[in-house]
């Protein structure tokens, strides 16, 4: 097996700091190895004691005035909604009606789909981020387009074929019978396929009819491990009409929840206008909240307190996503910029060390991916961003008056984008290399 070494400043997470102090979990290697044998992390820690037990010829790259740590995960996102990112003026239903439902009929033709998922998955490594939980479309061939893409990359990926059988174009709709039979065969040709994961995708519940709901429901339970996404709450509208097409259930959440749609391994996308009841309700079952910042505030949507999701006295899990091409960025931090912001208008400063932590150890925990992923410790894949904390001249220059390393992440969290990153290591290959890519023009895995 290959061994290769990673040496500057890294940053990880034992542990969550919304349950204990910042203290305790954030941990912090001025001059750190990272000694990776293969695919995962053989061991890591300061230099001088690293150098002293590094295998004979190990090659050892080195990142100054950089901070490392576990790859981000974005554990919300739409593929096919790359080409529509930042389009104008609309709220939820109509943004859908008007952009994204005719853009997904364009994944009819594999060949699109292939290629925007090439697109997509190449704009994630260069923002840092090494797993994603998408949404693909309706068409079978959109699911396959992914995991194909995924599986040449040994991304540690999540994807599912959505199931939509009313309220959208005809051409969208399949039946509940189909979605079922559809989704089975994908969950059987890629879940577990080497890093490749399946999840069970309802769009959201007015596109679905309460059949559908219930072979989805069936579907999930009967394939252990899965994953099931979905939408929740995200917009006042769509909560009323939700109220509307089932008048039977307590609620939005509840909807879900009688279909057997709640657990461990149920991600929530938004949940903002969710009730105490139903945040009680969600801590109880295990699902989580995918946050979604840039695209709250594009759609006009609102923002989640993410404080109050968390709350001790009955925690809800809560993952850090982007929601293209609602969502408005790839890049994890300006979602933390954003996130930053959200939780400014509920009343807390979200500190850097907090902020960090959602991105990647708290992401995986959310999505009960943390023995995989989401930290740096032996044993864990190695899923690593490099981040160079004097990426612009503007940077640079704020960075030199920033008084300790906390205030340096803070600021590249609020002014940091994708030029941030240097390098991005996958499964232990470098698969986005910023220097080799200024120099030749080609991004290391994309020719
Ligand atoms: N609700 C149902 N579908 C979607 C979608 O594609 N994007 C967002 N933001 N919300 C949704
Ligand atoms: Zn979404």
């Known amino acids: 097996m290959t061994t290769k070494a ?3 400043t890294y940053l990880t997470f034992t542990g969550d700091p919304f349950r204990s102090s ?3 979990v954030m941990k912090v290697e001025s001059d750190g190895i990272i000694l990776i044998e293969g695919e995962k992390i053989k061991d890591l820690g300061p230099a001088e004691d690293m150098l002293k037990k590094l295998p004979e010829g190990t090659e050892v790259t080195e990142y100054k005035d950089s901070v490392i740590m576990a790859g981000f995960i974005d554990s919300h996102v739409h593929y096919p909604q790359t080409q529509i990112i930042g389009a104008y003026g609309e709220q939820l239903i109509e943004w859908l009606n008007n952009y994204t439902f005719i853009a997904e009929q364009q994944f009819a033709n594999k060949d699109h789909a292939s290629r925007v998922a090439e697109v997509f998955l190449r704009e994630q490594l260069r923002a840092g981020t090494t797993s994603v939980a998408t949404f693909c479309t309706v068409y079978p061939g959109s699911v396959d387009a992914f995991f194909e893409a995924s599986e040449r990359l040994n991304m540690r990926n999540i994807a599912g074929k959505v199931m939509m059988d009313r309220n959208a174009p005809e051409a969208l709709c399949d039946t509940a019978k189909m979605s ?3 989704s089975k065969a994908l969950i059987e040709k890629w879940h ?9 995708t309802p769009r959201f519940a007015p596109t679905s009819t309460p059949e559908q709901l219930e072979a989805a429901g069936a579907l999930w339970n009967e394939h252990k491990g899965t994953f099931m996404q979905t939408h929740v709450s995200e917009n006042v509208n769509e909560v009323a009409w939700v109220k509307d097409l089932y008048p039977e259930h307590e609620g939005y959440l509840d909807v879900y929840d009688k279909f057997g749609l709640c657990g461990d391994r149920a991600l929530f996308g938004h949940g903002i206008h969710l009730t ?7 801590s109880e079952t295990g699902g989580t909240i995918t946050h979604c910042p840039t695209s709250n505030f594009f759609l006009g949507s609102g923002f989640l307190n993410v404080h109050n ?24 931090l300006q979602t933390l910029n954003e996130t930053y912001k959200a939780a ?3 009343g807390n400063a979200l500190s850097a060390g907090h902020a960090f932590y959602m991105a990647t150890r708290g992401t995986a925990e959310s999505m009960c991916l943390d023995d995989k992923i989401g930290h740096l410790a032996p044993g864990m894949e190695a899923d690593i961003v490099v981040l160079d904390l004097k990426s612009t001249p503007a940077i640079d220059f704020r960075m030199s008056f920033a008084k300790d390393f906390e205030e340096q992440l803070f600021i590249l969290m609020t002014l940091g984008d994708d030029r941030a990153t240097r390098a991005t290591y996958v499964a232990g290959d470098v698969v986005y290399d910023r220097g080799a890519e200024a120099v030749t023009g080609k991004n290391a ?3």
């Open 180 to 182: 079922y039979d559809d």
């Open 22 to 24: 910042l203290e305790e």
């Open 6 to 8: 990673i040496r500057g």
């Open 309 to 332: 999701a968390k709350k001790n006295e009955r925690p809800v899990r809560v993952g850090l996503a982007t929601d293209l091409g609602a969502g408005t960025s790839f890049s994890i």
């Open 344 to 346: 400014q208008l509920n």
């Open 445 to 447: 895995v994309f020719a």
């Open 276 to 282: 105490e009841k139903e945040l009680s309700r969600l």
């Open 192 to 200: 577990n396929k080497g890093r490749q994961m399946y999840a069970v």
